[in-house]
C-alpha cells in the first residue's frame, strides 16, 4: 500500500508539472488521493442493521467503482459469520474480521472507512479516522451533542480528507428536483417548512441489569458514554432511547427530514429560537403481571416490543420543535410515536411540508406534488412511477475520494452538521423545558448554564478526544 500510493504521488505530480505545496493539500490529505483506477480498500465499522445496509451498498460498487470492504469490525463478534457471508457470496473476497475500531485505523491498508455505530461513536471515530489519514462516511446524525460536530468539522477541513454525512435524500433526484422547485420560487417565497416523522413505535419493554453476551465487547460499546452496567434495553438498537448513546426518534427518522426541511429553506446556519415539548405517552407505569405482559414482538433492529407495557427509554415518543431562523423563517418538527391521523394531500407518515407566499408542497420519500394556493390538484409533481435514482452517497462519497474534491460531495461534513444540529437544540430545549434563544456564530446559549452543559458532555477515558484535533 505504501508504495501504491507512492507511485501515486510521483507519477501525478510528474505528469501534472506541479507542486504538493501548489496543490494546496497538506502531506497526510495528498497521500489518501487514490488514482482512478485504484482499488479502494474500505472497512466497514458497525455490521449490524444500518450497517448491513452500508455492505450491501459497497459490495454492489466493487466492480463500477473498484471498492473493496477488507475489513468488518464490530463490537459484537456474534455478527461476523453473517456479515462476512454476504461480503464474501457477493464480491467472492472473505474480509478481515476485528472487534475493536482503533486497530483498524492503524491498519495501514485501508484508505477509507464507513461508520454505523451508534450515535454516541461518531464524533469521536471520525477524528480519529481524520487523524490516521482514513476518508470518512458517517451515518447520521452526524453527532451526538454540538461541541464534538464541531470537531467533527475541524478534523476534516485540517486533514483535507472527504467526510460524507449520510442523509441519503441528498442523492434522491426527484427531492434534488423539488428543492431546484422551491429554490427557483415554485411556491413563492418561503416561510415555513414542516418535518414529520409519525412511526408507531410500541413499548420496547424494561429488563433488569446484566451480564453482557459471551464475544460482545462492552466496554468497546460503551466507548465515550459514561460507564452503566450492561442492560438488553439499552444496547442493540435500543441505545436510540437514552439520552446517554441516541438522541430519540428526533435525531434518529428526525434527523432526514429536518436535512430536507433546512436545505428546502436555504438555511445553511443556526436558528437563533428553539422551542420543544413532549413527553412518553401510551405507555402502562407499572410493571405487568407475568400473567398480563404482552408477548414480545421482534421489529426492526432484532429487538422486541411489548404494545402498551412500561418502557425504561428516557426519550419522548411524542415531541414538537418549534425553530425560528433570523429572518423569521419558521422550521416546524413533529414526531409522533403512537397512533395517529396523517398529513398532507394523501395521507404523510414521514416527509416534508413547504408554504410559500403562492402555495405550497410536499415531499413524501421519492416523490413530491406541488399545489397553488387553495387548490385541491397539484399544478407540478415528480413523474409518476419515476425511477431516477442513478446515484448514491454511497458512490458519491467513492467518486468524491477519487477526485480529491470535496465540492462534489452531496452531504460533506459541515452541511451534515448543521442538520444533525436541529435535534440536538430541540432536545436541550425539551430536556430544560423551555424556550432558548441560540447564538449561532458561538455554538452557545444565550445566559442559560443549565442548556450550555448539554451542549457537550464529559468524555470516559481513554475515549476522549485529542487536545488538538
Not at 480519529?128 to 451515518?139: D, R, S
Not at 418561503?190 to 413499548?203: D, F, G, P, W
Not at 438488553?232 to 438498537?237: A, L, Q, T, V
Not at 444540529?421 to 436541550?428: E, M, Q, S, T
Request: aromatic content about 10%; glycine content about 8%; some cysteine.
Amino acid at each position: 500500500m505504501t508504495k501504491r500510493r507512492e507511485f501515486l504521488k510521483t507519477t501525478a505530480l510528474s505528469s501534472a508539472g506541479i507542486t504538493l505545496g501548489g496543490l494546496g493539500f497538506s502531506a497526510k490529505s495528498y497521500a489518501s488521493i487514490i488514482g482512478s483506477n485504484e482499488r479502494i480498500h474500505l472497512a466497514q465499522i458497525g455490521i449490524r442493521n444500518q450497517g448491513t445496509d452500508h455492505i450491501n451498498n459497497y459490495c454492489s460498487l466493487k466492480d463500477s467503482h473498484n471498492v473493496v470492504l477488507k475489513v468488518l469490525c464490530d463490537t459484537d463478534e456474534a455478527l461476523f459469520n453473517s456479515k462476512s457471508k454476504i461480503v464474501a457470496d457477493k464480491t467472492g473476497i472473505k474480509p478481515e474480521l476485528e472487534w475493536d475500531l482503533r486497530r483498524v485505523l492503524d491498519n495501514k491498508e485501508i484508505d477509507a472507512v464507513s461508520m454505523a455505530t451508534p450515535n454516541h461513536w461518531h464524533a469521536l471515530a471520525t477524528v480519529w479516522a481524520c487523524q490516521a489519514g482514513k476518508h470518512v462516511y458517517v451515518e447520521k446524525p452526524a453527532c451526538h451533542n454540538i461541541w464534538e460536530g464541531r470537531k467533527m468539522i475541524e478534523a476534516a477541513q485540517k486533514s483535507g480528507l472527504t467526510v460524507q454525512v449520510g442523509l441519503s435524500n441528498r442523492a434522491i433526484e426527484n427531492v434534488r428536483d423539488a428543492m431546484q422547485f422551491l429554490h427557483e420560487g415554485g411556491i413563492g417565497k418561503l416561510y415555513m417548512a414542516r418535518a414529520l416523522t409519525y412511526k408507531l413505535r410500541n413499548s420496547y419493554g424494561s429488563a433488569k441489569d446484566s451480564t453482557p453476551p459471551p464475544n460482545f465487547h462492552y466496554n468497546q460499546w460503551l466507548g465515550p458514554a459514561p460507564y452503566r452496567p450492561y442492560n438488553e434495553k439499552r444496547s442493540h438498537y435500543n441505545w436510540h432511547w437514552f439520552w446517554d448513546t441516541g438522541n430519540g426518534d428526533s435525531g434518529n427518522t428526525g434527523t432526514h427530514q429536518l436535512d430536507i426541511a433546512r436545505w428546502g429553506l436555504r438555511k445553511h446556519e443556526h436558528p437563533q429560537t428553539i422551542y420543544s415539548m413532549g413527553g412518553i405517552y401510551g405507555f402502562n407505569q407499572d410493571e405487568c403481571l407475568p400473567d398480563s405482559c404482552t408477548p414480545g414482538t421482534k421489529v426492526y433492529g432484532d429487538v422486541m416490543t411489548y404494545g402498551h407495557d412500561r418502557s425504561m427509554q428516557e426519550t419522548p415518543n411524542i415531541q414538537s420543535g418549534l425553530f425560528k431562523y433570523a429572518d423569521g423563517t419558521i422550521l416546524e418538527y413533529e414526531a409522533r410515536g403512537r397512533y395517529t391521523n396523517h398529513e398532507g394531500s394523501d395521507g404523510k407518515e414521514v416527509g416534508n411540508l413547504f408554504y410559500g407566499s403562492d402555495g405550497w408542497l410536499e415531499i413524501s420519500g421519492n416523490t413530491w406534488r406541488a399545489f397553488h394556493q387553495r387548490e385541491s390538484k397539484p399544478f407540478a409533481s415528480s413523474a409518476e412511477n419515476s425511477s431516477r435514482q442513478k446515484a448514491t452517497l454511497y458512490s458519491n462519497f467513492i467518486e468524491s475520494i477519487r477526485s480529491g474534491k470535496n465540492e462534489m460531495l452531496q452531504c460533506g461534513m459541515e452541511e451534515g452538521f448543521y442538520s444533525s444540529a436541529l435535534p440536538l437544540l430541540a432536545n436541550i430545549s425539551y430536556r430544560v423545558k423551555r424556550e432558548l434563544k441560540f447564538m449561532g456564530e458561538f455554538e452557545k446559549f444565550a445566559h442559560d448554564s443549565e442548556a450550555n452543559m448539554l451542549l457537550s458532555r464529559v468524555y470516559r477515558e481513554p475515549f476522549s478526544f485529542p487536545n488538538i484535533v
